[in-house]
Antibody, heavy 127, light 111 residues
């Protein structure tokens, strides 16, 4: 069974750090781009970051650039999100997702969708 | 802040049809492929439509997607009570701050 399981969420004070993990199983992890998506309480989905199969390319939403780092360990079938300098507005459920396809056609059109999602882990930033 | 705009809510009786619009710009929907996600209460999102109009295996053909210019549309026919959920469109934005983007979300209510 294809599965993603997040862990590492919790309560942290503003300015603190947290490292989220996502364990993948049931598919060849090293063959896929991976993503983090978050959802603040009562709010919509927000894309956070993408990482290429070999970790050589990464993309971030502007609001986390310089504070969050996405990484992966293909030997351990694991995805990570290191979150530093946390703010109250980072409070959310964080989902790990597999990019079913992330590629650009000649001419520039981009295919991107997330076809497998974990159940999420909750991060609360509060004093 | 979402760059794709959806109506906050739509509703219809069981068996009827609803459509959900998703409006963007040339840097996202206008030039890239659109996907749609269903989020049932208290659960993770689930892929419904990818590449504008394709359905993953297991998704019934009651769900359909289309794209025209800088807008996309999700259609749900034969509405069922189990379709009550939040629906989000998504795509890639190829502007200077390249990244994934989602719509503002639409709550579907079955009357």
């Amino acid at each position: 069974e294809v599965q993603l399981v997040e862990s590492g969420g919790g309560l942290v004070q503003p300015g603190g750090s947290l490292r989220l993990s996502c364990a993948a199983s049931g598919f060849t992890f090293s063959s896929y781009w991976m993503s983090w998506v978050r959802q603040a309480p009562g709010k919509g989905l927000e894309w956070v970051a993408n990482i290429k199969q070999d970790g050589s390319e990464k993309y971030y939403v502007d609001s986390v650039k310089g504070r969050f780092t996405i990484s992966r360990d293909n030997a351990k079938n694991s995805l990570y999100l290191q979150m530093n300098s946390l703010r109250a507005e980072d409070t959310a459920v964080y989902y790990c997702a597999r990019a079913g396809r992330f590629a650009a056609r000649p001419g520039g059109s981009v295919y991107y969708y997330m076809d497998v999602w974990g159940k999420g882990t909750t991060v609360t930033v509060s004093s | 802040q979402s760059v794709l705009t959806q109506p906050p809510s739509v509703s219809a009786a069981p068996g009827q049809k609803v459509t959900i619009s998703c409006s963007g710009s040339s840097s996202n929907i206008g030039n890239n492929y659109v996907s749609w996600y269903q989020q049932l209460p208290g659960t993770a999102p689930k892929l419904l439509i990818y590449d504008n109009n394709k359905r993953p295996s297991g998704i019934p053909d009651r769900f359909s997607g289309s794209k025209s210019g800088t807008s996309a549309t999700l259609g749900i026919t034969g509405l069922q009570t189990g379709d009550e959920a939040d629906y989000y469109c998504g795509t890639w934005d190829s502007s200077l701050s390249a990244g994934g983007v989602f719509g503002t979300g639409t709550k579907v209510t079955v009357l």
